[in-house]
T-cell receptor, first 112, second 113 residues
Framework: GENVEQHPSTLSVQEGDSAVIKCTYS??????FPWYKQELGKRPQLIID?????GEKKDQRIAVTLNKTAKHFSLHITETQPEDSAVYFC???????????FGTGTSLTVIP | NAGVTQTPKFQVLKTGQSMTLQCAQD?????MSWYRQDPGMGLRLIHY???????DQGEVPNGYNVSRSTTEDFPLRLLSAAPSQTSVYFC????????????FGQGTRLTVV
């Protein structure tokens, strides 16, 4: 099956700085790559996603880039704010489109 | 819309007991799934369903059963609880399969003693 690796596991940044989280995947047939944010004690919620026919997608302070050749994708958060503090998960869909495979998560702390 | 609703929120079981975690969605999504979340391991797929009457195994199906008799409901059964099943369980649904946005329930924190 698909193998998704996520780095770093923890990340601390000063408020206003940028944060970058990276993921790699193993199945070249994967075609959907979402990012979820999970606040403490809450459910995961989608913040941005990208499909394999797109190289970059942006939504205000959040952007995702995808390099299909290298099989990696990254989440970029600019002008970080304390409310960005959470655990972020990347995921990749299986080649059948029936299963998500999640990374192990990155705990982001934004220091005011 | 309530979205995805899970019950209970918390549960303590003794080793060997069985129980059912309930999951219901009111968005008419065909695809539903169950995950367990353990520290440092992210979310791992237990079972999934692409529609009523159809279920399949995910990464970590051992010790769990599911059924999908209606579009709305997707219960997860623990047959004989073990301490290794202590975890947070999330149900999720998607309108178009695992290549569309997943909407998660609020989670069930299960402790097996």
């Amino acid at each position: 099956g698909e193998n998704v690796e996520q780095h770093p596991s923890t990340l601390s940044v000063q408020e206003g700085d940028s944060a970058v989280i990276k993921c790699t995947y193993s199945d070249s047939a994967s075609n959907y790559f979402p990012w979820y944010k999970q606040e403490l004690g809450k459910r995961p919620q989608l913040i941005i996603d990208i499909r394999s026919n797109v190289g970059e997608k942006k939504d205000q302070r959040i952007a995702v880039t995808l390099n299909k050749t290298a099989k990696h994708f990254s989440l970029h958060i600019t002008e970080t704010q304390p409310e960005d503090s959470a655990v972020y998960f990347c995921a990749a869909s299986s080649n059948t489109g029936n299963q998500f495979y999640f990374g192990t998560g990155t705990s982001l702390t934004v220091i005011p | 819309n309530a979205g995805v609703t899970q019950t209970p929120k918390f549960q303590v079981l003794k080793t060997g007991q069985s129980m059912t975690l309930q999951c219901a969605q009111d968005m008419n999504h065909e695809y539903m799934s169950w995950y367990r979340q353990d520290p440092g391991m992210g979310l791992r797929l237990i079972h999934y369903s692409v529609g009523a009457g159809i279920t399949d195994q995910g990464e970590v199906p051992n010790g769990y059963n599911v059924s999908r008799s209606t579009t709305e409901d997707f219960p997860l059964r623990l047959l004989s609880a073990a301490p290794s099943q202590t975890s947070v369980y999330f149900c999720a649904s998607s309108y178009g399969g695992a290549d569309t946005e997943a909407f998660f329930g609020q989670g069930t924190r299960l402790t097996v003693v």
